[in-house]
């Protein structure tokens, strides 16, 4: 009897010890300190353990056998990081289908006790269900041969939260955008009744782009559930995990409360961190009732902290309050005062207004006889007797109009005929319009932001080519304007635009940093209007495609496809059809041809009503259903007559007319004949972006399989 009692105080111990591995000294002490309330000899054997152990003991012979084993489809080349609940390794998708790299997430043999095994199926069946651009995803999962468990999720390259925020030059509205964001993912698993508990620095990476995105929900678990004091970190641990209660979205709140309080050492203005620490005060209270309800309040009072607003929980402080009225209702306050002074000096605001009137009536009339000269442009004789094009029509009238040097006239007439020549594909004669109304705005003090985005936009969409190297100092004054400036929807769209012109012309870093700015003043402004954020988020995805950021550019995608859903959403089926083919784009590149397929399929019927079989966007359509079904080794069904008839009529038509995608029409068609042919078809273009690179990888891959034999 008394060895069945030892035996199992030995398993006991060896359980607890190795779980202790992967803990720091901090962690182990209160590991120590919590069995010593449940059982003093056994903490005092796990001390010994722990004070006679050398490092050497706690090295893993495994670590180097694993590398080049496969686990699924995937290889493992290296490790990367470990922690509680495991080893992270780098992995590649070796089984041809696609190039993909992936962090495999292992737990090590010796670590493997049952419950530790069930945790791990339980991180799994988490992550499954989180779908969050913030949340690093799952891509698969198993057990191998040897009984090990192993995940495959999205690979992030970035650094370490606490790394990011100690870069020179961060300082606290910059920290709070990202605690922002990850505060956003925490709350979307918390809508999936899923708390990650234990939030900390190290659980979060920041990407290229500027996205804060959480990984590691080792010790995540469904609501209301009590977890192992030792398994969590006691900087950002509530009292309550640390004790070993059952806990809710209350500890999350904690932690954040806790990062919060890091980037609370940051520089800022003078004034600005007094809110900041009430909102920290709240979320880091000992109590979980008396902290912040859900992790979406926390965020909305970081929100309206960003956009200078009162807190919304009420927790700000008055001064804050009156320093906001003051501030927002600046014109109201003005007005009044120039009421009041207006009743002791009514006849000198007489006489300004009688001015004012003048001078608009001389601007009225300005606009008048412009618009009379404008008609008159028409008359044959000035076109020896010819019917003027419209293009040519246009370019004359703003010629006519800068004559009259009014600039509030020069930017309207300008901006819109610019817009006339861009739907008539005029985009260089649009580009020299829209730089003399930019010009304009300087000789136009009342012109406001709103006008100065407005042509910003506009001068972006239409960016030559040929002044591609020029590009870098244009996306330099947007970003520079969009630092300066109040955060608008319109500086979101100007930043939208330009790293989506950014993009095409390959210009990826002044593309990320403009993503980056715009996501930032995103979650400064209220929420988009629903058409702005499906506007925004297809803009992004498409940027992100071109860059070859495939991960991101999906959740994009996602964004803007769960904005068509909104109730208040109104948009034709064109619209919603284009998406459907950008989605199928992004899902072929991405490795998933049978999603691929399956929104060309929503979106054909919309297709075949706008446009003819040989239409060049018809040919679009065919040729990404034709990759799709080659990759998954489906017949083509695809009438190759009517390709060709469409491929001569798009070789007699204007480039510049062809669909924006990954390739054009042309390209594209004559790189799969080829490829048919067993001809190994090129890669497009001078200098190819990313996307095109893996569209060419797949394409080569595919003939290689194919035409080895021939």
């Not at 006991?12 to 202790?20: D, M, P, S, T, V």
């Not at 403009?514 to 058409?531: F, K, W, Y």
Request: hydrophobic content about 50%; aromatic content about 6%.
């Amino acid at each position: 009897m008394r060895m069945d009692t030892e035996a199992k105080r030995f398993a006991r111990l060896r359980e607890i010890f190795h779980a202790g591995v992967a803990l720091d000294a901090a962690a182990r002490a209160l590991q120590i300190e919590q069995l010593r309330a449940e059982d003093e000899r056994l903490a005092r054997e796990l001390a010994e353990l722990w004070r006679h152990l050398e490092p050497r003991d706690l090295q893993e012979p495994e670590t180097a056998s694993v590398i080049g084993q496969r686990f699924g489809p995937f290889a493992i080349e290296a490790e990367i990081g470990r922690g509680g609940m495991g080893v992270v390794y780098r992995a590649q998708r070796v089984d041809g289908a696609f190039a993909q790299q992936v962090a495999i997430k292992l737990m090590p043999p010796h670590l493997a006790t049952p419950a530790r095994r069930q945790r791990f199926r339980q991180e799994r069946d988490i992550l499954a269900r989180l779908q969050h651009p913030g949340i690093a995803r799952l891509l698969d999962g198993g057990i191998d041969a040897q009984g090990r468990l192993w995940l495959a999720m999205e690979l992030v390259e970035g650094e370490r939260l606490d790394a990011c925020m100690a870069r020179p030059g961060i300082d606290l509205p910059q920290a709070v955008v990202l605690l922002l964001q990850v505060c956003e993912a925490v709350a979307a698993a918390h809508a999936q009744l899923v708390v990650h508990r234990d939030l900390k620095p190290g659980n979060v990476l920041v990407d290229r782009l500027g996205q804060a995105r959480l990984l590691d929900f080792g010790i995540a678990s469904l609501d209301e559930e009590a977890v192992e004091a030792w398994a969590v970190t006691p900087r950002y641990a509530a009292p309550e995990l640390k004790q070993g209660q059952a806990s809710g979205t209350a500890v999350d709140v904690y932690a954040m409360g806790c990062m919060l309080d890091d980037a609370l050492k940051l520089p800022a203005r003078p004034g600005r961190a007094e809110e900041l620490r009430r909102v920290r005060d709240v979320a880091c209270a000992p109590d979980p009732a008396a902290r912040y309800a859900s992790m979406a309040a926390l965020a909305a009072d970081l929100k309206d902290w960003l956009a200078g607003r009162p807190l919304r929980s009420g927790i700000g402080s008055a001064r804050a309050r009156r320093r906001w009225l003051l501030r927002e209702y600046r014109w109201l306050w003005a007005g009044l005062a120039l009421t009041l002074a207006g009743l002791s000096s009514g006849g000198w605001m007489a006489w300004q207004a009688s001015i004012e009137a003048q001078r608009q009536a001389a601007i009225a009339a300005s606009h008048r006889d412009s618009l009379l000269d404008l008609l008159a442009i028409a008359t044959p004789g000035d076109f020896g007797a010819r019917e003027p094009g419209v293009g040519e029509f246009l370019l004359d009238a703003a010629a006519a109009l800068r004559e009259h040097a009014e600039p509030e006239l020069t930017w309207r007439s300008h901006v819109q005929i610019a817009v006339g020549l861009i739907n008539l594909g005029r985009a260089e004669d649009a580009d020299r319009l829209l730089r003399l109304a930019r010009a304009s705005l300087d000789a136009w003090p009342e012109a406001g932001a709103e006008r100065r985005w407005t042509t910003l936009r506009l001068l972006a969409l239409v960016y030559p080519a040929a002044q591609r190297a020029d590009f870098s100092r244009f996306a330099a004054e947007v970003l520079a304007e969009s630092e300066r400036a109040q955060a608008s929807e319109s500086a979101i769209r100007a930043l939208s635009a330009t790293a989506q012109r950014a993009s095409k012309l390959g210009e990826m870093v002044s593309a990320r940093a403009c993503l980056a700015q715009a996501e930032r003043l995103r979650l400064a402004v209220p929420p988009l209007s629903t058409a702005m954020l499906e506007d925004y988020a297809r803009q992004r995805a498409q940027a992100l495609l071109r860059m070859g950021e495939f991960d991101a550019a999906g959740a994009a995608f996602e964004l803007a496809a769960q904005a068509m859903q909104a109730p208040d959403a109104e948009f034709s089926p064109m619209r919603r059809a284009e998406l459907q083919r950008l989605q199928a784009e992004w899902a072929l590149l991405s490795g998933q041809p049978e999603l691929a397929l399956a929104r060309l399929a929503e979106a054909r019927p919309t297709y075949q009503a706008a446009f003819a079989p040989t239409h060049a966007e018809s040919l679009w359509l065919a040729w990404i259903e034709w990759r799709a079904r080659r990759l998954l080794g489906l017949p083509e069904q695809i009438e190759f007559a009517l390709i060709d008839s469409g491929l001569r009529g798009v070789q007699q038509s204007d480039p510049d007319s062809m669909p924006a995608g990954e390739l054009v029409v042309l390209d594209a068609w004559q790189a799969a004949l080829a490829d048919r042919a067993c001809q190994l078809p090129r890669l497009p273009g001078s200098a190819p972006l990313p996307h095109q690179q893996a569209a060419w990888a797949q394409a080569q891959a595919w003939h290689q399989a194919r035409c080895a034999g021939e």
